[in-house]
């Protein structure tokens, strides 16, 4: 007798970094969540039977992952013969969703733990002597951050002068993200004499994505499986928009110029995106030097969508 048996070709959705199954590569210092294998069993399959489906990922990055959630998506879902249905019910967005919830990253001693999801499909029963080439994708969504340190120095007038008016950039250290900042500000930063209680600064912060994915609002991340927790929609229009929170340093204050307190939203232009915020420093600082502890949150929802 004749068999029908589907070729399938699985393709993986990798979120960012170098992955054991294949991917796009990615700078070290940019990793995230990352496919470490994606298959199907059996493989081929033939036509009108179960074939299941094994997605796991692993979270190389620096910062623990959140709300992950991946979609599959591209072959033909549904009933008839030239789709892939459901074991039992129907293929629903929500059926097609894997719920990873919350991915750990490691730690120096213990490297990050994978985390396998499966979900089991019927095949379809196509006509004798026919084989078909199937590709599945997987659509990746989750929550991530990155911690941004940096030592600013502040001098009053005096000081500043017999230094001979030194000034160069502060480097910013950054987590392992896919997000990364850098600071738009000079050290040291001279406080001159002044009547007032306090002065402004201006403090900006530049993010880029240095990932293979998109960024998008924090507040649209995915909170389950069901079209309406999980809103492609939603996500897309949000895409490239990231929070940013500068910490306050004791009496040493960060307002930003747009909404009044120590957090703002940046949109990336081209890969970047710039915010600035007011740093309000008292005056009493004027004939001293202080090192401030500068801390800066990256806060947003990071999407990957592509082939293995």
């Known amino acids: 007798k004749n068999k029908t048996v589907l070729g399938l070709m699985i393709l993986a959705a990798v979120v960012s970094g170098c992955t054991g199954g294949g991917g796009t590569e990615e700078d070290e210092g940019s990793s995230s969540v990352t496919v470490d294998e994606f298959s199907a069993f059996p493989n081929p399959v033939p036509g ?52 990873f919830e919350n991915l750990n990253t490691g730690t120096d001693q213990t490297p990050a733990v994978p985390q396998t999801r499966q979900v089991d499909f019927s095949s379809p029963n196509l006509g004798p002597d026919r084989e078909v080439g199937y590709s599945f994708k997987s659509y990746i969504a989750y929550n991530y951050s990155t911690t941004g340190t940096a030592e600013v120095q502040i001098m009053g007038e005096d000081k500043y002068r017999d230094e001979g008016s030194p000034q160069n950039s502060a480097g910013l250290e950054n987590s392992r993200a896919p997000i990364q ?86 949109e990336i232009f081209n890969g970047k995106g710039v915010g600035c915020f007011d740093m309000i420093i008292p005056t009493d600082t004027a004939t001293l030097q202080r090192t401030l502890p500068v801390r800066i949150d990256a806060n947003y929802g990071y999407r990957k969508t592509g082939t293995a």
């Open 181 to 266: 900042m850098e600071i738009r500000t000079p050290t040291p930063i001279p406080i001159y004499d002044d009547s007032s209680s306090s002065v402004e600064k201006q403090f900006c912060a530049m993010v880029r994505n240095q990932g293979s994915g998109v960024p998008f609002r924090p507040s649209d991340l995915p909170t389950g499986t069901s079209e309406s927790d999980f809103n492609l929609t939603e996500i897309q229009g949000s895409e490239n928009i990231v929070n940013i929170t500068v910490r306050d340093i004791g009496d040493v204050r960060f307002n930003s110029t747009d909404e009044g307190n120590n957090k703002r939203s940046i």
């Open 48 to 99: 009108g039977q179960n074939v299941q489906f094994r997605l796991t990922l692993v979270n190389d990055g620096g910062t623990d992952a959140s709300n992950v959630y991946a979609r599959l998506f591209n072959p033909p879902f549904g009933g008839g013969s030239q789709a892939f249905s459901a074991t039992s019910g129907s293929v629903s967005p929500d059926y097609r969703t894997l719920a």
